[in-house]
């Protein structure tokens, strides 16, 4: 059986690799990735939980945080495309319309 | 037999993801990804969790990440390869994880690594994890499943209107 520390170790290493990923880049989709990335050690860390305890609750709310990713990743490149539209910025230090 | 093919799906999760996070190609980045995601679905066959397992093959890489290479395609990539890649703030975002690396490591080190008792995994096994999942969604969890219906009708016109060409302008 896989102890459910090695769940939780994973799902912290993938969740700091995602953070890594969209503190340091530059380039707005690859941030958008890592995003992903992180959303994805939450459902590691839940679907862990769920076997530890034979608790279905934790598959369910990972199906939820799937749902929530796939809004996340069609608003987010709704807002790309509409950047893309004028002028082409790919990168997240070029998009200070909100900067006061 | 469990535990080599837990280490196999890990590893390839944290290198794919680390080759994700550091290339200037983002077709690559992304194709990285969805092969992270194979190992992750993998990783939750293993787990006992064949529904989003296959949730994770058919929804995420077929679904949200074909999304992202269209709309990659859709957008000028050729400017975004020859720019400078990484933040000047590189110093402090390697901080910053570290911190975060050390608070999670202090916060779930100590009850984590003592010998837990494994609870032996039985919900997956007679009536199938599809059926047992079904019947917790549409019973405890129906009204959460509801929300995420409007939220996701929600981010639907919410990108419609903010990817539509301006008629006015």
Known sequence: ?100 | MELPFFYLFSAGIVITSLFMITRSNVIHAALLLVLSFFFLAGLFVLAGAEFLAAVQVLIYSGGIMVLYLFSIMLMNVQVAVRIRQWHRQRFFAILIVLILGFEIWSVLGKGVFPAMKVWPWKLGATPGNVEALGSVLYTKFVFPFEVVSILLLAAMIGAIVLAKKRIDS
């Open chain 1, 1 to 100: 059986m896989i102890p459910i520390s090695h769940f939780l170790t994973l799902g912290a290493v993938l969740f700091l690799i995602g953070a890594a990923g969209v503190l340091m880049r530059r380039n707005a989709i690859i941030i958008l990735l890592s995003i992903e990335l992180m959303l994805n050690a939450v459902n590691v860390t839940l679907i862990g939980f769920s076997r530890q305890w034979a608790d279905l609750s934790g598959q369910v709310f990972a199906i939820f945080v799937i749902a929530v990713a796939a809004c996340e990743a069609a608003v987010g490149l709704a807002i790309l495309i509409s950047l893309n539209r004028d002028k082409t910025i790919m990168n997240v230090d070029e998009v200070n319309l909100l900067k006061w």
